[in-house]
């Protein structure tokens, strides 16, 4: 039997003995082995330190962000090979398409956030502050990655998207990651792996997998690496437990498998679209993946005068599932990972009959399409009914990781709400209702208890993505049981591997470390106007100031008429009596479109393309007719902005072949008295040479 290679330390390697054996879900055949013993742990966590983390370091947000994206350009063109790898999970088309396509969706999600960070090592958290009188002293934060590495120990159910929606996250940090996957399911995250190390594209060391056991490494990490976990709360809380973690204060991250619930609003009737919404949502739930998600629907909840109702319909929508063998066309579920995994569940199930009834399904049966449901690792759709919620807590506290869930009545939102409740913190929760009073009711409730909330109605039912998936721009994880963690969420996901620095100093100082240019901090003279630089030519803290202009009541009278805007503050016949102003004053919007006269060089054509728009605009002085105002106009911050991929000719739009940047302008309004009256930034498209 064939063993799965580790990649570790730059190289492909076999661990030693047998390991242990995989098997296709489906038709119970040997893929292969998998084994760590003997590999060295601390030394893979320090060549991942050592060669993967100042490879990565080294590199700007937007260079590991183009990086990302171009990992999931090369895996999106090998999807066959992995397809064919996913079957043998038991995943059919569709439960593959989440996983493979789901995870590679993943890369570009992170990918894109470049755009959200400098093309820099480092990155500005949150605003700036002054601490001094003659604005000589001021603090920011700033966040560095953390000098360690990632170490993400995975569930067995999705091995493509659990891997890629972390390394995504901790490879645009700035951080290398050791992948270990649950090893029954690991021939397919190995599959990925190799065709990612094959790409080159990756700095060596930045990625390192191990299928088998963790040993260890554990024993190993200190307070700059990063550990996270996917799978069941218990083993979860075990590894959380280890005396070098709690001693190191290690960061860990933990998403465990948890009772999740939907409920139907009191007001949904059958008839009403929401009903079907229901009931297909559940089925979906229960059926994809064969029911093996941390994110399944393990409790529904629904009106006590329409638990008749649901039963049946839920009943004749789960009869409409083929089961059998992935590869067959007709086939809408699939099998469980493995004959280990069928057992855990039945057990479970055995549990949850202590106080529920099967009303659907069966533990010992199942008729399935060109398998042979014994040999592999076939269920049945199993849905349980348990009349009283209130008093029976194995619902609430035990999980089947199966095709499984437990029908249960309530009465009232508020009992809704204290049900949910009683899962002690879940992944997810939604809600159906096309009334938006019981949709704010219950919001408001139940969100302290659950990581996410899905509000399900007719308005979102065609293009929602569904209670069990989970956004790369949403934050995944949960309170109490749930793990108490957070994975992904767009920015949020990378700030958990990032060091956050207080740092303080004089402004110019301070420009001068972070390359952004903070407000009080010494000008540069830039030698000639900044709008007639290039984008390489231009400088941080590049700035000019301008000349005067005397405002004007007709100045005002005709924006007025031009623009439209005749609010009472800006008619000079206005009685100002109780009023926040003195007299007829200028629109803000004067001011800034008089500022943009000042400091723009307009005269002939120069590198500046366009004007890309206005950020943090604030008037904080009005102005009143006989004012003297000038700009101050410095270059605050500049960012590349990569050409469109253009990928037939009709999608070429005027400019694309253009090489430009986005410069970032603050702009500082003064009056007479040299008294900020308004301060914005600007972002200008700027050409390269």
Not at 24 to 32: C, H, L, R, S, Y
Not at 339 to 344: D, M, P, Y
């Amino acid at each position: 039997m064939n063993k799965l290679g580790n990649y570790i330390t730059g190289h492909w390697i076999n661990g030693d003995g047998e390991g242990q054996a995989l098997y296709n879900a489906v038709t119970g055949e040997p893929i292969a082995s998998a084994t760590t013993k003997g590999l060295d742990f601390k030394r893979i966590i320090e060549y991942g330190r050592n060669t993967g983390n100042p490879a990565l370091r080294k590199m700007t947000f937007h260079q590991r962000g183009n990086m990302l994206k171009a990992l999931a350009l090369h895996l999106r063109n090998h999807l066959d090979q992995f397809y064919k790898v996913s079957y043998q999970t038991g995943a059919t088309k569709a439960d593959s398409w989440v996983d493979i396509e789901g995870g590679i969706g993943n890369l570009f999600a992170n990918a894109s956030l470049r755009r959200k960070f400098p093309d820099d090592v480092m990155f500005i958290d949150g605003e700036s502050h002054n601490f001094s009188k003659n604005n000589t002293f001021m603090g920011l934060h700033i966040l560095t990655p953390k000098d360690g590495v990632a170490i993400h120990i995975n569930a067995f159910n999705f091995p493509v998207w659990g891997m890629l929606e972390k390394i995504a996250v901790n490879l645009l940090a700035g951080m290398p990651a050791i992948v270990k996957p649950a090893t029954v399911t690991s021939y397919l995250t190995e599959a990925v792996v190799r065709e990612i190390i094959a790409s080159g594209i990756l700095p060596e060391g930045a990625l390192q997998l191990i299928c088998g056991s963790a040993g260890d490494i554990l024993d190993h990490v200190n307070s700059q690496d990063v550990i996270t976990f996917t799978g069941s709360a218990s083993t979860g809380l075990m590894l959380k437990s280890n005396p070098n973690i709690l001693r190191e204060n290690t960061p860990f991250n933990m998403e465990a498998d948890s009772l999740n619930c939907i409920v139907m609003g009191n007001d949904v009737t059958p008839g009403m679209p929401e009903w079907d919404i229901f009931i297909k949502e559940i089925r979906k739930e229960m059926t994809l993946k064969a029911g093996q998600r941390c994110t399944g629907i393990r409790r529904i909840f629904v009106p006590e005068n329409k638990l008749e109702a649901v039963q049946v319909a839920l009943g004749k929508a789960l009869s409409q599932t083929v089961i059998g063998n992935p590869l067959n066309a007709t086939v809408r579920m699939g099998s469980l990972a493995g004959i280990a995994q069928r057992n855990e569940v039945k057990e479970q199930v055995q549990k949850l009959l202590a106080s529920s009834q099967i009303i659907y399904g069966s533990l010992d049966s199942v008729e399935v399409v060109d398998a042979d449901a014994q040999v592999g690792a076939f269920l049945s759709p199993v849905l349980l009914l348990n009349q009283k919620p209130h008093t029976s807590f194995e619902p609430h506290n035990i999980e089947a990781f199966g095709p499984v869930s437990t029908l249960m009545p309530y009465n009232g939102m508020d009992d809704a709400i204290e049900l949910s409740r009683m899962g002690k913190g879940s992944l997810v929760s939604s809600i159906v209702t096309a009334d938006y009073k019981i949709a704010r009711q219950y919001v408001i409730g139940a969100a302290s208890h659950h990581g996410r909330i899905l509000v399900l109605n007719n308005e979102c039912a065609k293009e929602n993505t569904g209670h069990g998936s989970p956004l790369p721009l949403l934050v995944h994880g949960g309170p109490g049981r749930a793990g108490g963690g957070e994975e992904m969420g767009g920015l949020r996901g990378v700030k958990h591997y990032l060091q956050r620095t207080a740092l303080q100093g004089s402004p110019t100082t301070l420009s001068a470390i972070t390359n952004v240019y903070q407000p009080n901090a010494k000008g540069k003279e830039p030698g000639k106007h900044p709008f007639k630089k290039y984008f390489e030519e231009l400088q941080i803290g590049d700035q000019i100031i301008t000349e005067k202009r005397i405002i004007t009541a007709e100045d005002i009278d005709r924006f007025a008429d031009l623009s439209g805007d005749h609010f009472y503050a800006h008619i000079k016949t206005t009685d100002f009596t109780g009023t926040m102003f003195e007299q007829q004053v200028a629109h803000g919007y004067l001011i800034m479109s008089i500022a943009a006269g000042l400091f723009v060089d307009s005269y002939e054509k120069n590198p500046v393309l366009l004007n890309y728009g206005i950020d943090e605009l604030r008037f904080t002085k009005p102005v009143y007719p006989g004012a003297e105002v000038y700009i101050r106009f410095t270059c605050k911050e500049k960012l590349p902005n990569d050409k469109r991929v253009i990928e037939k000719p009709e999608d070429f739009k005027r400019g694309d072949d253009i090489d430009k940047g986005i410069v970032k302008w603050l702009v500082e309004f003064f009056d007479e008295h040299d008294e900020i009256t308004g301060i914005a930034t600007i972002l200008t498209m700027v050409a390269r040479k």
